[in-house]
């Protein structure tokens, strides 16, 4: 935390400028990653070992998963991670529009309490914020081991106008890398659903706003 967190934090611009995720790391980076909630990092730092040229922003505002993700990327010499420990949401709203190559939603807090269902990523404002800061054929995995919440995300992301879900899967697909939540998931018995959804094509009007 004292020797890694600040050079790898990313800093957020202030309003209206916007943050070019690519300018976060080397030349030979040729796309940038995200994940939402990144827990304890197994499936962030896995991700960027098998992916040495994409680069990755994770965000998590727990301090304790933070500190576990520092530990593995000294542990495994990663460099191509960058750290976001507010809400997601922030970091979107300042990312250039279609600048992020795929995302990833895996075993997020269910909020289960009706009146706190407005905390979900996965609803509509979230979705369209992921959806402006993702170029058009971005893959955007998602999984879950709360029954609710994985019918809730299915429902909003079947009737969010720029996403469309692919696949849905009980079995954990072989290049997904695993997490920690998923195995306690996995030995308490419950079964996970696993989502693969699609960023759709923007039409001409769309990239004329977005452009603008």
Known sequence: METR??????????APERLDPAALFPPDI????LEIGFGG???????????????????????????SLLVLLEEQALTNVRIHS????LLLQALTPASIDRAFLLFPDPWPKRRHHGRRFAGPEGLTLLAAALIDGA?????????ALGAWMQASLAEHPDFIVETKADVRPADW?????????????????????RRKPRDAADKIAQAS
């Open 41 to 67: 990092g197994e499936h962030l730092a896995a991700q960027a070992a098998a992916h040495p040229t994409i680069g990755f922003i994770g965000c998590e505002p727990f301090i304790n998963g933070v500190s």
């Open 86 to 89: 507010e809400d997601a949401r």
């Open 177 to 197: 890398p695993p997490t920690r939540y998923e195995a306690k998931a996995l030995a308490a018995g419950r079964r996970p659903i696993y989502l693969t959804c």
């Open 30 to 33: 040729e796309a940038v990653g």
């Open 139 to 147: 893959e955007f995995r998602v999984a879950t081991d709360h029954a």
């Open 5 to 14: 967190r600040d050079e790898l934090t990313v800093a957020l611009p202030a």
